[in-house]
């Protein structure tokens, strides 16, 4: 059986993660003028994550927004 407890989300950092996200996105841009093969690749599908991830972090962020103004946080 297994042990592992998830943790919970702790929605208070999103805005920081959001930008910490795109911040290694648009370095990893940078990065990849100077990358060629396996390297460039391991970039672009890293970015691609970032990207979700990015969409995600914003979907949440307006989410909770208007739960607050809706009285729900």
């Known amino acids: ?3 592992i407890k998830p943790i919970p989300n702790d929605s208070a950092d999103n805005a920081e993660r ?3 996200t795109i911040n290694n996105k648009e370095a ?3 990065a ?3 990358a060629d093969g396996k ?3 391991a970039i672009k599908e890293k970015n691609a994550r970032r990207e979700e991830s990015i ?3 914003r ?3 307006l989410e909770e927004g208007k739960s607050r ?5």
């Open 1 to 3: 059986m297994s042990t």
């Open 18 to 20: 959001l930008k910490k």
């Open 28 to 30: 990893a841009e940078a």
């Open 32 to 34: 990849m003028e100077f």
């Open 39 to 41: 390297e460039l690749a």
């Open 55 to 57: 969409e995600g972090l």
């Open 59 to 61: 979907s949440e962020i």
């Open 69 to 73: 103004i809706n009285g729900y946080l």
